[in-house]
């Protein structure tokens, strides 16, 4: 079985400072994908970004940046230079390989970011 | 392109009654998912469909059915409402045999 842990579950800043998101998992599958997704007070799921488990590069995307570390079994996500309009509640969710798309959600971190 | 859509967004319903939710895929995508978020249990699988056929379902009682139909527009059912039932229940579309899933924002059913 998975399991995702996200172990933060408020996080506070002011507009501008930084903030990782933690994201830890569990999987005995080699052939794994892993996800953010920001969810706004509309309750809509945005996909921000997937990772593949054979893939360690990190990935910046603006302001965005991910850190996933196989050691670890971290996935990692950080926001630069926080917005306002950043505040929402971010999961990290796991998919193993198969023809089985379930994502397992961690319990998400809700980020306030405050002007 | 238009984005996954849900039918309705809110819905309040009573004990015992039951419910019928609506899923509509982002065209050309022709696997639905459906997941349930409470605060208790947060986000969970309900079931997926690809091509009319359920492909995975979750850990839900058999009162939580569904269906996909030929254009891949899916609805979801839960006869017998219980109180817990009362949730965020969302609906995810996929294009071919893509691991990204995205999501509609969601049907917030109460029951009284």
């Known amino acids: 079985a998975q399991k995702v842990t996200q172990a933060q579950t408020e996080i506070s800043v002011v507009e501008k400072e930084d903030v990782t998101l933690d994201c830890v998992y569990e999987?005995?599958?080699?052939?794994?994908?892993l996800f953010w997704y920001k969810q706004p007070p509309s309750g809509e799921l945005v996909f921000l970004i997937r990772?593949?488990?054979?893939?360690?590069q990190n990935e910046i995307s603006g302001r965005y940046s991910w850190n996933f570390q196989k050691s670890t079994s971290s996935f990692n996500f950080t926001i630069t230079a926080s917005q306002v309009v950043d505040s929402a509640v971010y999961f990290c969710?796991?998919?193993?390989?198969?023809?089985?798309?379930?994502?397992?959600f961690g319990s998400g971190t809700q980020l306030t970011v405050l002007p | 392109k238009a984005g996954v859509t849900q039918t309705p967004r809110y819905l309040i319903k009573t004990r015992g009654q039951q419910v019928t939710l609506s899923c509509s895929p982002i065209?050309?995508?022709?696997?639905v998912s459906w997941y349930q978020q409470t605060p208790g249990q947060g986000l969970q699988f309900l079931f997926e469909y690809f091509s009319e056929t359920q492909r995975n379902k979750g850990n839900f009682p058999g009162r939580f059915s569904g269906r996909q139909f030929s254009n891949s527009r899916s609805e979801m059912n839960v006869s017998t409402l219980e109180l817990g039932d009362s949730a965020l229940y969302l609906c995810?579309?996929?294009?071919?045999?893509?691991?990204?899933?995205?999501f509609g924002p969601g049907t917030r059913l109460t029951v009284t």
């Open positions: 065209s050309g995508h022709r696997s």
């Open positions: 999987t005995r599958d080699t052939t794994y994908y």
């Open positions: 990772r593949n488990s054979f893939d360690e």
């Open positions: 969710a796991l998919i193993v390989s198969g023809s089985a798309r379930q994502l397992t």
């Open positions: 995810a579309s996929r294009q071919g045999d893509s691991y990204e899933q995205y």
